[in-house]
């Protein structure tokens, strides 16, 4: 069974950082690209950041570039988002996705997700 | 970046009902679609990928079809397990974007 497992998550104040984890388990966790999708309270969906099967490429909104880091370690079969210079408007719900691959092409779906981690940046 | 437009924002709908949400791109983006549900306090799953595609696992009764800009998602035979919000997505250019998402319940 895919799982996707996020943790780190909490109340952090405007300026500071934060750094945001997801174990995952049940496939081949270096076979696929990665993704985090944020969620305001009440709103919708929105992409954060892509990071390819090898870690060798990271794709960032723009309201994220030069503020949030996606990475991961293959052998730990996790991925991570450090969010610095939090904003008020970073408040959100944070999955870790898992983007689909038919075994040929890598598709800008996300396929599996984890439960989510809440992040509030308040003062 | 390209926006998506959802439709109807809220509905409502019977038992044994078939609905269908509707969804516009501001440009085309050849099938590229995606339709996620989300239920209450739980994270979205993917129910179709390239605009008519069921996901593994996902009953017979979700359908998706359309193409160009336009895109509808149809659940036949309406359960109570349907309820739920749900968000198309386009995939063809970079950021992928989202609906602000339909919310489904029941009458």
């Known amino acids: 069974e895919v799982q996707l497992v996020e943790s780190g998550g909490g109340l952090v104040q405007p300026g500071r950082s934060m750094k945001l984890s997801c174990a995952a388990s049940?496939?081949?966790?270096?076979?696929?690209?990665m993704a985090w999708v944020c969620q305001a309270p009440k709103k919708g969906l929105e992409w954060v950041a892509t990071?390819?099967?090898?870690?060798?490429?990271?794709y960032y909104r723009d309201s994220v570039k030069g503020r949030f880091t996606i990475s991961r370690d293959n052998a730990k079969s996790t991925l991570y988002l450090q969010m610095d210079s939090l904003r008020s408007e970073d408040t959100a719900t944070y999955y870790c996705?898992?983007?689909?691959?038919?075994?040929?092409?890598?598709?800008?779906?996300?396929?599996?997700w984890g439960q989510g981690a809440s992040v509030t940046v308040s003062s | 970046d390209i926006q998506m437009t959802q439709s109807p924002a809220s509905l409502s709908a019977s038992l044994g009902e078939t609905v269908t949400i509707e969804c516009l791109a501001s440009?085309?983006?050849?099938?590229?679609l995606a339709w996620y549900q989300q239920k209450p306090g739980k994270s979205p799953q993917l129910l179709i990928y390239y605009a008519n595609s069921l996901n593994d696992g996902v009953p017979s009764r979700f359908s998706g079809s359309g193409s160009g800009t336009q895109y509808s998602l149809k659940i036949n035979s309406l359960q109570s397990e349907d309820v739920s919000i749900y968000f198309c997505?386009?995939?063809?250019?970079?950021?992928?974007?989202f609906g602000a998402g339909t919310k489904l319940e029941l009458k």
């Open positions: 440009e085309d983006i050849y099938s590229n």
């Open positions: 049940g496939f081949t966790f270096n076979n696929y690209d």
């Open positions: 990071i390819s099967y090898d870690g060798s490429s990271t």
């Open positions: 996705a898992r983007h689909y691959y038919d075994g040929t092409y890598y598709y800008n779906v996300m396929d599996a």
């Open positions: 997505q386009q995939n063809y250019d970079s950021p992928p974007t």
